[in-house]
């Protein structure tokens, strides 16, 4: 790691400034003994100081004052920085002289800050200086303290919640809203739609909260109790289970293709009544056999409900066997694609949505339409509610059934899922 160096006994993690940034950043490097004599210890600790510096270089490279003012508010607080202070107490003065020459370079164009004579420039450079002597709290360096708190949540979730604080503070403001600044930030978002704005809310509360606790803020948050605007009219479809008929075209349209995993994969969905991450994520070793029935274990599911067994269906053992004995990585659907979520449905999502278009099928039908269907076909075979939800791995309704019953036997199942037919 070039990072690390020797200096006497002790290793010490230094990254120079491009000459550029200096001024911004008030030194020409960034550097902290490490102490420790092993030179592997010190390339781990000075792994994260390095990255800590590459971003703050990187925020002072970003064009705009405010960037480069936070950057050298967060360079003079870090303890390095004490480096540049004598023992005097001056401490005060020196940081002033350095904002000051920061200001001359990023706002003034290298012209002495004593010969300010526009209300824009003197604006401007007291609002530098405001946010690098860090008399104003910018709220944008708090938000990695937040999303670490959240971590427990779900990826997709702590993603779009990043997505909407980021967003707010860099089209709204990075100082401290308040209730009015909100109010008239939600009017000029009401084209997003009330369900958008609610979402941001939310997302915004769960900010403001973190802030709380650290102490950044004292009030109550200013995200709360407002009036949301009334969405203008959209008629949502309401998603509906595939017809018999509806299947079967599926089936005969996918079967004239050369797309084989888009084929087992609806054949799947219609003798399972699984979601479709569910079936991507089927491992060879996932078939088993439980009370002298062959199953699928589901053990990745969005739900405690969807953690289950499903017992093979009799049209779909041979399909099983053969996607078993072809498996190259292990799954039981091939897929080629992975998102940043680590889910594999994403492209075979996609080319169902083709599919059934190509069909004239619209938004009222999806892949998760199919689980409708073998949960409609369950009913009308006469399987009764509880024995259904354990196929499909719903939660039940009841308190008897739900809370104390340890649930179907794989005969039962088995019977239940043989009714099937299309």
């Given amino acids: 790691m070039g990072f690390v160096v020797k200096r006497g006994e002790n290793y010490s993690a230094r990254l120079a400034i491009p000459k550029a940034l200096r001024p911004i950043l008030g030194q020409n490097e960034f550097k902290k003994s490490l102490g420790t004599t092993s030179k592997k210890e010190a390339e781990l600790i000075a792994a994260p100081l390095v990255l800590r510096w590459k971003k703050l270089i990187e925020e002072a490279r970003v064009d705009g004052a405010t960037a480069k003012a936070k950057a050298l508010r967060r360079t003079l607080s870090d303890t390095k920085a004490s480096d540049l202070i004598d023992e005097d107490g001056a401490m005060e003065v020196v940081r002033g002289i350095i904002i000051e020459e920061a200001i001359e370079t990023a706002i003034l164009g290298g012209r002495d800050i004593n010969s300010i004579d526009s209300k824009s420039d003197r604006a401007a450079a007291k609002a530098f200086y405001d946010i690098a002597s860090g008399q104003v709290v910018t709220l944008d360096d708090y938000v990695d303290g937040w999303l670490a708190s959240i971590s427990h949540l779900k990826a997709r979730t ?240 009841t308190i008897t059934y739900g809370l104390y019953s340890g649930g179907t036997s794989m005969a039962q199942k088995m019977e239940a899922i043989s009714k099937i037919a299309y």
Avoid at 163 to 189: G, N
Avoid at 284 to 295: L, M, S, T
Avoid at 312 to 326: G, K, N, Q
């Fill in 158 to 397: 702590i993603n779009q919640m990043k997505r909407d604080v980021v967003s707010f503070l860099k089209e709204e403001t990075s100082h401290i809203p308040t209730r009015e600044t909100i109010a008239a930030w939600i009017r000029a978002s009401k084209s997003s739609g009330a369900k958008s704005i609610k979402r941001k809310l939310g997302s915004l509360g769960s900010f403001w909260e973190y802030l709380l606790v650290e102490g950044v803020v004292t009030d109550l948050s200013p995200f709360q109790g407002h009036k949301l605007p009334r969405d203008v009219s959209k008629t949502k479809p309401i998603r509906r289970a595939f017809g018999n008929d509806e299947c079967l075209a599926l089936m005969a349209k996918v079967s004239q293709s050369n797309d084989t995993a888009l084929a087992d994969l609806i054949a799947l969905g219609l003798y399972t009544g699984a979601r479709i991450e569910e079936l991507c994520r089927l491992r060879v070793g996932d078939i088993i056999v439980e009370d002298n029935h062959r199953a699928l274990r589901i053990d990745k599911s969005k739900t405690q409900a969807g953690t289950r067994t499903v017992p093979l269906h009799p049209a779909i053992t041979d399909l099983v066997d053969r996607l078993a004995a072809d498996s190259k990585d292990g799954y039981l659907v091939f897929s080629k694609s992975k998102n940043q979520y680590d889910e594999r449905s994403t492209g075979l999502g996609r080319r169902f949505g083709r599919l059934k278009s190509s069909l004239g099928y619209g938004s009222e039908l999806v892949f998760h339409s199919l689980r409708k269907t073998v949960t409609t076909k369950l009913e009308q075979a006469g399987v009764s509610e509880g024995v259904a939800a354990d196929i499909v791995g719903h939660e039940k309704q």
